[in-house]
C-alpha cells in the first residue's frame, strides 16, 4: 500500500521533559504506516525556520519521502505539550504556523502525484477543506482526521467534508458510548463512508453506514505504565488502514465486518505499543541549555 499524509507538520514542544519532536497528524499517519510496511510519504508547507529545517530532518532519516512539499517564509507550527500521568495535555500554540496559513492548493503536478498512492491522508488542523473535493475526485482512498474539538462536528462543517471521506476518524474518549455512536452516525449521514472513533481505555468502535464494529483497548505488555499518549490515535487509524487495506478495501466497495474486526484488532494492539514512546515517534531533540517555551505561544487550550 502507498500512502501519502496531505497538510500539517508541527514542533510537539514538550516543556516538562525539555525536548521537541516531529509531528501532527499526517506526518504521523504516515510514519506510522510506513512501520507498518507501507510506502509513505508527506506534501505539505515547511516553515522556514530551524524547526521547518529539523523535521524535514527527521523524515529523511525516517525515509518518508516529502520531495513534493515546499518551503515558505514564515514559522513552523508548535504545540506546547506536557505529560501528566502519560497523558499528553496540551499548553498553548502558535496556532499552526505558516503551514496553516499559506497551505498547499493543488495544482496538476500535485495531483499526478497524489494520483500514484491508494490512500491520501488529511486532517482538520491542515487547512485542506477546500481541497478534498480534488482528492475525492481522484478516485483514491481518502481519510480523515476529524479530531475531537465540536467545530469541527457542526452540520457545515460536516456538510463541507464528509462526502469526501472515505473513512473519518473522530476522538471520542470524553463522551459516552451512545454519544459516540450517534456522533458516527451523523458523520456518516453527511456523507462519509465510515467513521472511526477512538475512546481511549474505553476501545473504539466503528460504523460502516450498516452497523457497529467494536474493539476492547489492548492491555499495555506485561502491565507497563503508559508514557506518553501523543500519536497514539494516529497509530490506530495507520494501523487500522493499512489492515484493511490487506483485508481487500478499495475505493467504492463496502469492507466485510470480517476484515473490520481483524482490522480494529491490529489497530488496538499497535495503538497500545505507541503507548510507550516518548512523542508521536521518537527521534526528538533536547533543548538547548537555557532555552525557554517560546514567548509569543498563547496559553489557551
Known amino acids: ?40 510519504a508527506y506534501m505539505g508547507v515547511f516553515g522556514s525556520d530551524a524547526h521547518g529545517a529539523y523535521i524535514q530532518d527527521v523524515l529523511d532519516r525516517l525515509g518518508i519521502d516529502h520531495s ?45 502525484y497524489l494520483a500514484s498512492f491508494d490512500v491520501v491522508h488529511s486532517s482538520v488542523y491542515s487547512s485542506t477543506e477546500t481541497q478534498l473535493s480534488k482528492l475525492d475526485a481522484l478516485g483514491r482512498i481518502v481519510i480523515y482526521d476529524l479530531s475531537v474539538e465540536e467545530a469541527f462536528r457542526t452540520p457545515a462543517y460536516l456538510r463541507q467534508v464528509a462526502p469526501h471521506a ?23 449521514s453527511h456523507g462519509a463512508r465510515m467513521a472511526l472513533a477512538t475512546r481511549g481505555t474505553d476501545g473504539s468502535v466503528i460504523f460502516d453506514g450498516v452497523g457497529f464494529h467494536a474493539v476492547a483497548a489492548t492491555a499495555l505488555p506485561g502491565g507497563s505504565a503508559v508514557r506518553d499518549t501523543m ?27 470480517a476484515g473490520i474486526r481483524a482490522a480494529l484488532a491490529t489497530a488496538s494492539a499497535f495503538a497500545a505499543e505507541q503507548c510507550l514512546v516518548e512523542g508521536a ?17 498563547t496559553t489557551a487550550g
Open 1 to 40: 500500500m502507498r500512502l501519502v499524509g496531505y497538510g500539517d507538520n508541527v514542533i510537539d514542544s514538550f516543556i516538562d521533559r525539555r525536548i521537541d519532536y516531529a509531528g501532527g497528524n499526517s506526518i504521523n499517519v504516515a510514519v506510522f504506516s510506513a512501520q507498518r510496511g507501507a510506502e509513505a
Open 68 to 112: 513534493h512539499s515546499v518551503v515558505r517564509e514564515g514559522e513552523t507550527g508548535i504545540a506546547r505539550v506536557e505529560v501528566i500521568r502519560g497523558e499528553r495535555v496540551f499548553r498553548g500554540g502558535n496556532g499552526g504556523g505558516i503551514t496553516v496559513r499559506e497551505p498547499l492548493v493543488l495544482g496538476v503536478d500535485e495531483m499526478e
Open 166 to 188: 472515505d473513512l473519518a476518524l473522530l476522538s471520542c474518549s470524553d463522551v459516552s458510548s451512545t454519544q459516540t455512536r450517534a456522533i458516527l452516525r451523523r458523520v456518516v
Open 231 to 257: 500519536g497514539c490515535g494516529d497509530a490506530f487509524l495507520a494501523a487500522f488502514v493499512t489492515r484493511l487495506f490487506d483485508e481487500g478495501w478499495r475505493r467504492g466497495n463496502r469492507p466485510a465486518p
Open 281 to 297: 515517534f521518537g527521534n526528538g531533540r533536547v533543548w538547548s541549555a537555557g532555552e525557554t517555551a517560546p514567548a509569543d505561544l
